[in-house]
C-alpha cells in the first residue's frame, strides 16, 4: 500500500537544469525523512540529498551549490531542483521515504546528461 513514485526524468544538455519530484502515499508523510539516492552505471548507489520532517538540508560535497531538496507536504511530494547539471549526473535517481522502522523506495527515474 505503500507509493513512492518519481517523475521528471530525462534527457538534457551539461549546463541545463532539470526537476526531479517525488510522490508518496500510504504513509504519514510529514513524520517521514526524504531523501534522493543515484546510482550510475557500474558504481554504487549515494545519497545526493535528504530533507528532514523537521525541513534540515543536507548535500553531497558533488552537488551542494548545483541542486536544492525541498517538500511540499500538502501535497506529499518532495522535490529535487538540479542546475549546472554535468555528465557525471547521469544516474538513476531514486527517491527514499524513511522512517524508524519503515524505509521505501520508488522505481527509479533517469537523468542523463550529454550534448
Known amino acids: 500500500q505503500v507509493q513512492v513514485v518519481e517523475s521528471g526524468g530525462g534527457l538534457v544538455q551539461p549546463g541545463g537544469s532539470l526537476r526531479l519530484s517525488c510522490v508518496a502515499s500510504g504513509i504519514f508523510f510529514r513524520l517521514y525523512n526524504m531523501g534522493w539516492y543515484r546510482q550510475a552505471s557500474g558504481k554504487q548507489r549515494e545519497l545526493v540529498a535528504a530533507i528532514t520532517s523537521g525541513g534540515s538540508t543536507n548535500y553531497a560535497d558533488s552537488v551542494k551549490g548545483r541542486f536544492t531538496i525541498s517538500r511540499d507536504n500538502a501535497k506529499n511530494t518532495v522535490y529535487l531542483q538540479m542546475n549546472s547539471l554535468k555528465p557525471e549526473d547521469t544516474a538513476v535517481y531514486y527517491c527514499?521515504?524513511?522512517?524508524?522502522?519503515?524505509?521505501?523506495w520508488g522505481q527509479g527515474t533517469q537523468v542523463t546528461v550529454s550534448s
Open positions: 527514499n521515504a524513511r522512517t524508524v522502522g519503515l524505509d521505501s
